[in-house]
């Protein structure tokens, strides 16, 4: 639909489709040369201003999701570490599952104090916060003589995290232009990916050393990144929806200046987020406690938790930190007995888990989350179910070691074309400004709980019911995930976090409010090129 002005003035309407890149002209003028050369410099200009803005955003991204390198690195370090760690310090099993999964379940305190701390503090103060209570607990852990000490240092790093892998996807959210908002916020999950091969690399480097040195300097390296968040805080700016939110418009609009390439775009996005945090519009009736208001929620927002909580811990309920801490053993069971073919293997695995997420970087704003998702669930469902059949019915055969290494680094692959980093996207878009940090803190908690129960469970349940069946149970939960996301999950690609939020106050269909939104945009970039912005 396009809209021409006739002699008269009056506004009619032309037969130009929807998807046409034809612009709006005036019936009686044409745009003649000495036009074009009035309108290249302008366009030279805008064209400077986008390069410029989306470096910028990029770099604030890479700087904010520092922090889930730690996580990564943690995953993937203590999956080898925790071989020598039996070695020099005489733990149990038990002592290894609690070990291993008490970070995950502690920092559920960080992700909760995170969500209160960023909202008083500021976004990216809390970031720093993260990296520094990460930094004492990773030092504790490298100097302990004894299991008591060690578990000290792991609490400390749990706190420390919680707070980070809350606090990044929301910042990201939130400073990152509509149109490349799901790349930008899937960087943290890059960042734990690479962080995984970093620490699966380090096992392999450092696995020739004596038990007693080679996994405290494992465990030592983690501290590095932990420097370049320090250098990035005097870099990145402060978020411009939590400035508004302490009445610090000027500074807002002048963040917003910097990551929106469109100027004429900045006052309007200005306006969406002044509503949206209920300022500027007159409304003098009490809000609400966050908390009280999360607990007793309206039919939208309890909608949004359920999206929210629920994609949070699906995520780790099919079992990829349990894949991820305990592949050496799951590939022992399968065959593997030499130590340095079993970290050699891991290193396969976290190269594959992050080559691919860099396929949902490139596709997620070009293709839409939902596809993404539903290509991730259905193919973990495969991966494993051929890594149950490996361990159950080839078990200890060439054949079902090559099967269940197959299995595992295509089950990581999907997990990180999808779910993996699309979980974290979906729950820093869907919830209101006022609450978005707390009920993202929550998303995290579910998440951090669930991935604490299985990992802190695995051994014990896969010696109960074998690792076969274990797995088997983790197939029967991924294929839930599939129904979960056909019915409760809507595509957020192209709509401002404002649009998404009016989505979840309709009770419609999710393809209906889709396809109206996706019209409106339509029309309002063509208009935009027709007035040449």
């Not at 002048?254 to 200005?270: C, G, M, N, P, Q």
């Not at 799951?330 to 891991?346: F, M, N, W, Y």
């Amino acid at each position: 639909m396009g809209v021409q002005e006739n002699g008269s003035g009056d506004m009619g309407m032309s037969s130009v489709p929807l998807g046409s890149k034809n612009k709006y002209r005036r019936m009686d003028s044409e745009y003649d040369n000495d036009d074009d050369l009035e309108v290249a410099p302008y366009k030279q200009t805008q064209q400077e201003r986008t390069s410029t803005t989306r470096k910028y955003v990029f770099a604030c991204a890479v700087f904010a999701s520092l922090n889930n390198v730690l996580l990564g690195y943690d995953v993937g370090v203590m999956s080898g570490a925790i071989i020598f760690i039996q070695e020099d310090l005489k733990i149990t099993e038990f002592q290894e599952e609690i070990l291993v999964g008490i970070l995950s379940v502690i920092s559920l305190l960080g992700s909760l104090g995170g969500g209160r701390a960023s909202d008083a503090l500021g976004r990216k103060w809390t970031m720093g916060i993260a990296a520094i209570i990460f930094q004492i607990g990773a030092l504790i852990m490298t100097l302990a003589p004894s299991f008591r000490v060690l578990m000290i240092g792991r609490l400390l790093a749990g706190i420390g995290i919680g707070f980070g892998v809350m606090i990044a996807p929301v910042y990201i959210a939130e400073i990152s232009p509509t149109i490349s908002r799901g790349s930008f916020t899937s960087f943290p999950e890059i960042f734990i990916n690479i962080g995984i091969l970093l620490g699966y690399v380090s096992n392999y480097a450092f696995s020739g050393f004596n038990s007693h040195i080679n996994w405290r300097i494992m465990l030592a390296v983690g501290i590095l990144p932990s420097v370049f968040i320090a250098f990035a805080l005097f870099i990145i700016p402060e978020s411009p929806r939590w400035l508004v939110m302490q009445n610090r418009i000027d500074e807002a609009r002048s963040v917003l200046l910097k990551t929106i390439d469109i100027e004429a775009e900045v006052e309007e996005r200005l306006s969406e987020i002044l509503k949206a945090a209920g300022a500027g519009i007159g409304e003098n009736q009490e809000e609400k406690a966050v908390w009280r208001e999360l607990l007793t929620p309206s039919p939208s927002l309890r909608r949004m938790l359920i999206t929210g909580f629920g994609i949070q811990c699906l995520q780790q309920i099919t079992g990829i930190d349990a894949t991820v801490y305990y592949s050496p053993e799951i590939l022992q069971t399968a065959g593997i007995e030499d130590k340095s073919r079993l970290l050699a293997a891991t290193v396969a695995v976290g190269v594959a888990k992050t080559a691919f997420i860099l396929v949902a970087i490139l596709l997620i704003d070009k293709v839409g989350r939902k596809p993404l998702l539903y290509v991730s669930t259905m193919g973990m469902t495969v991966c494993l179910c051929c890594l149950a059949i490996s361990l159950s019915l080839f078990k200890g055969t060439s054949f079902g070691i090559a099967l269940a290494i197959l299995a595992i680094c295509g089950y990581v692959s999907f997990f990180s074309i999808g779910i993996g980093p699309v979980c974290w996207v979906i729950t820093s878009e869907i919830f209101p400004l006022r609450l978005r940090a707390q009920a993202s803190a929550l998303g995290a908690v579910g998440n951090r709980v669930c991935s604490g129960v299985v990992a802190m469970s695995f051994l014990s349940v896969s010696r109960a019911i074998s690792m076969a069946g274990t797995f088997t149970i983790f197939t029967v939960f991924s294929a839930l995930s599939v129904g979960f996301v056909y019915k409760l999950v809507p595509e957020t690609k192209g709509k401002s976090l404002e649009q998404i939020e009016l989505m979840f106050q309709k009770d419609r269909n999710w393809q209906d409010e889709e396809v109206e939104l996706s019209d409106t945009q339509q029309l309002v970039q063509q208009k935009n090129e027709s007035t040449g912005v």
